[in-house]
């Protein structure tokens, strides 16, 4: 058997293997509220076979969302949808995470595929439009160079204490859906990625200036967030491992929050990089593996991601120690069934991943043509 398609065991939960659908924003919700969409969208990869199905970036408050479309766990009227994908997840195989969030200052920006806020009045009684000034840790905007972003409010000590209050109650939430992993957003440019990161963070009080006092905001959250969350239940963090940008956030110094975070009670690293305007960062094939390497060697477990998608290269991110777990994004888009495939590419004659409404169906079709025999 590959490692690919090997159990994983995590505190108490066992992973069917080691295959991860990255979060994704599906900018879908209406006030936060899961629906039909995320349930067709994240059921899919549960019949097809991935170990763990991460949901996307959630709110922890109305107004950590990226935008007006993202789901959000601040209020207890959004667990029942959201235990209902759960619960689907499960009965299906994967194990279910959640990403819980705080954009920052990139908060209240308009839906990916519109053009801007160009919501006609009709539109935003349909979808439930909403927007807000954001907070972040200085009063800098994320960028002048593309519109859609809003000069922040500087957060005080109260709003600090308050977010991370949010990352808790949050998390009981997620508890109460059934959620097996929880996973917090510290990547991409977000909130706690702009209290790390000198481009955003100018404070000059114990939350910003050294890289002890810009670590802070984050070890706070993941104190809370573990402080809610059950001990049996394995705790994620992504970060961008680096900023990409000249005077930010490094390799190095991830390699010195992954410690901080473990000695913290995290498990698992999911490490990205970029989120920064201006950042040099070139994506291609494997582009964030030698990333998960690095951090990897703070003695945490990592999820390696970015353009992965041919099953060897997964199983030999695996093989030579890069990462614990290899997540997919686009990929699953484009094919859901990625991690059926795989372990047929890896593994040949198995067919264990097919839900049972399938499975010896497709065995019979491949005896008949002569497949994976
Ligand atoms: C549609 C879409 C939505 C995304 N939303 C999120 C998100 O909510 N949180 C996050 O951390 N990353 C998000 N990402 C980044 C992915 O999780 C992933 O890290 C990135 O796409 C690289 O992986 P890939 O090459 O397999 O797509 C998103 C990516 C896509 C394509």
New binding site residues.
């Given amino acids: 058997m590959s490692l690919l398609f090997s159990p994983l065991a995590l505190r108490d939960l066992t992973l069917r293997n080691r295959t991860v659908i990255?979060?994704?924003?599906?900018y879908s919700a209406q006030h936060g509220l899961a629906n039909e969409w995320h349930f067709v969208h994240l059921g899919r990869f549960a019949l097809g076979g991935f170990g763990l199905v991460?949901l996307?970036?959630?709110g922890v408050l109305p107004e950590a969302r990226?935008s007006y479309g993202?789901l959000g766990l601040w209020d207890d009227g959004q667990i029942a949808p959201l235990k209902r994908i759960v619960d689907f997840l499960h009965a299906e195989g994967s194990a279910a995470g959640i990403?819980l969030?705080h954009a920052g200052r990139k908060a209240s920006t308009p839906i990916?595929w519109r053009n801007g806020f160009d919501e006609t009045a009709q539109d935003k009684l349909d979808y439930a439009f909403e927007a807000w000034t954001p907070v972040a840790p200085s009063p800098i905007i994320h960028t002048e160079r593309h519109p859609g972003y809003t000069v922040p409010r500087e957060m005080t000590v109260a709003d600090i204490a308050a977010t991370v209050q949010a990352f808790a109650a949050a998390t009981s939430r997620a508890d109460q859906a059934g959620f097996d992993v929880v996973?917090i957003?510290g990547?991409?440019g977000?909130l706690i990625n702009q209290f790390l990161s000198p481009l955003a963070n100018k404070r000059t009080d114990a939350y910003g200036g050294s890289r002890e006092n810009r670590m802070r905001f984050g070890l706070e959250v993941i104190d809370a967030v573990r402080a809610a969350w059950p001990a049996n239940k394995p705790l994620f963090i992504?970060i961008s491992a680096t900023d990409g940008v000249e005077g930010g956030w490094t390799v190095e110094d991830s390699e010195i929050f992954a410690g901080e975070a473990k000695a913290r009670g995290v498990d698992v690293v999911?490490v990205?990089s970029g989120g920064f305007d201006g950042a040099s960062i070139k994506?291609g094939p494997l582009y964030?593996v030698q990333l998960a390497r690095a951090v990897r060697s703070a003695g945490v477990k990592t999820v390696a991601?970015?353009?992965?998608?041919d099953p060897a290269d997964a199983e030999r991110i695996l093989a030579e120690g890069d990462a614990d777990l290899v997540?997919?994004?686009?990929?699953?888009?484009e094919d859901p069934n990625w991690a059926i495939h795989a372990h047929h590419i890896l593994d040949g004659a198995e067919y264990d991943l097919w839900p049972k409404q399938a499975r010896n169906r497709i065995r019979d079709k491949d005896r008949v043509l002569g497949l994976r025999q």
Avoid: K, N, W
């Avoid at 991601?305 to 998608?309: E, H, P, W």
């Avoid at 997540?327 to 888009?333: N, P, V, Y």
């Fill in positions: 990255a979060p994704m924003c599906q991460i996307e970036a959630t990226i993202d990403q969030a990916a996973e957003h990547a991409h977000y992504r999911h990205s994506p964030q991601v970015g353009l992965i998608s997540a997919f994004a686009r990929g699953a888009l």
